[in-house]
């Protein structure tokens, strides 16, 4: 991976009552070129179980075959290495080109469909694409139709899970589009669905954009880097312990794209209080973030780290005894500029109403000044209860 993004910190302070989640708020721009070039993967891609089905049951020598790469997998779906490409983990964005080719043929049907090259676009919002060669030669020849990478399935996309750098996709949803429908010669409406798709890719050995790599070109410390400084970023918080405890459903919160003079938006993950102690008496979750940093010095003061906090008692599903309630209450809101450069309450349980389990949260926005120079930043924020 070309960048780091840094930062993920947490802390689990034992003993007494006062527990605290760090969390790392991480900017980074396009400059800091997270984009890296694919050098592994697969894809894994059944097209559509019914056709397999189908073609299966005919007379071809072998119905379905796989070469230039490509392998069947025990499920009968197709693996596609890795060819090349691009993705950026912190974006979620991919165009990643996989090979190898499948060839499903009927000659009793007198058809022969080959399918190759996969390439999986991810757009970053929730859409995406397959395109693919697809050729179909059927009776006998006088019906060719011959697709190179075009656009055969509309992807439903999700943020990739991202271990080590890699990034991979599960189960997306395809659903064929028009040419694709028209390389099955019209035996399937645009908008059939598709088998679900998987995919990987890692980076290649040797990355261009390593940003610790001289002659990366998108050093953001390079002068000749023009740079559009936008931001993403990365929140995680895991804790636990205790009798009065404090856990993290999630370990990352990507903000929205921002550029200077602008606001990344995002929510914390959702922490959970429990208190099991038995006592009833309150407790208060308090956080504060230190000053954005980045490499070279360039700051945003903590103060512009605003908040929304909400909260919510969770329901265990089990009926409280006579006389017992549990209630909570969302820290009021803090704005950019004021904000969590001093400690602010997220949320609160008074005393005699406190026993069992609350869910708090916030909508975050980090107001970037105008002035904020591009580059990665990053602060903790701690999350102490008592
Ligand atoms: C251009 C040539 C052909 C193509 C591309 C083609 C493609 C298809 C496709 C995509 C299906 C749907 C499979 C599914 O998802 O359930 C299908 C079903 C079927 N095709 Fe073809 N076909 C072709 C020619 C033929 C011919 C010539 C025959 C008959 C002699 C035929 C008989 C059938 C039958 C009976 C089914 C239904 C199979 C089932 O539901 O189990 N096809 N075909």
Redesign the pocket.
């Given at each position: 991976m070309g960048t780091s993004h840094g930062s993920y910190r947490a802390a689990l302070w034992a003993g007494a009552l006062a527990l605290g989640a760090a969390t790392a708020l991480v900017g980074t721009s396009p400059a800091m070129a997270a984009t890296v070039q694919v050098g592994g993967g697969s894809l894994d891609w059944g097209f559509?179980a019914?056709?397999r089905?189908?073609v299966a049951?005919g007379n071809g020598t072998p119905p379905i075959a796989t070469k230039d790469g490509a392998t069947r997998n025990a499920d009968g779906t197709f693996d596609f290495p890795a060819a090349g490409g691009t993705y950026d983990a912190t974006a979620g964005t991919a165009t990643v080109n996989y090979g190898g080719t499948v060839v499903f043929s009927?000659p009793?049907?007198?058809?022969e469909?080959t399918l190759a090259n996969p390439t999986l676009v991810v757009d970053g919002d929730g859409t995406g694409s397959l395109l693919a060669d697809v050729d179909?030669v059927?009776?006998g020849g006088s019906?060719e139709q011959h697709l190179d990478q075009a656009e055969i399935a509309t992807v439903v996309t999700t943020a990739p899970t991202v271990t080590d750098g890699a990034v991979s996709f599960s189960n997306l949803a395809s659903t064929l589009t028009s040419a694709g429908a028209g390389a099955?010669?019209g035996?399937?409406a645009a908008g059939s669905a598709l088998d679900p798709i998987t995919a990987s890719a890692s980076a290649s050995a040797t990355d261009p954009t390593d940003p610790t790599d001289p002659t990366d070109p998108t050093d953001p410390t390079d002068p000749a880097d023009p740079g559009n400084g936008s931001a993403s970023q990365k929140i995680t918080a895991a804790v636990t312990g205790g009798a009065l405890t404090l856990t993290s459903a999630g370990s990352a919160v990507p903000l929205s794209a921002a550029t200077p003079g602008q606001t990344a938006t995002g929510n914390l993950n959702a922490v959970t209080v429990s208190d099991l102690r038995g006592t009833n008496s309150g407790w208060d979750l308090v956080g504060q973030v230190t000053d954005f940093t980045a490499t070279g010095g360039a700051t945003i003061p903590a103060a512009n780290l605003g908040w929304t906090p909400t909260a919510a008692v969770a329901n265990s599903g089990l009926v409280n005894a006579k006389g017992v309630t549990s209630a909570v209450a969302p820290g009021g809101p803090v704005a950019p500029g004021t904000g969590l450069g001093a400690s602010h309450t997220l949320c609160k349980a008074e005393t005699g109403s406190s026993l069992g389990s609350s869910t708090c949260g916030a909508a975050l926005s980090l107001g970037i000044p105008e002035s904020s120079t591009a580059g990665e930043y990053s602060a903790v924020l701690t999350l102490t209860l008592a």
């Open positions: 559509k019914s056709f089905a189908y049951t009927y009793l049907h007198m058809f469909i179909l059927a009776n019906t099955f010669a035996f399937y």
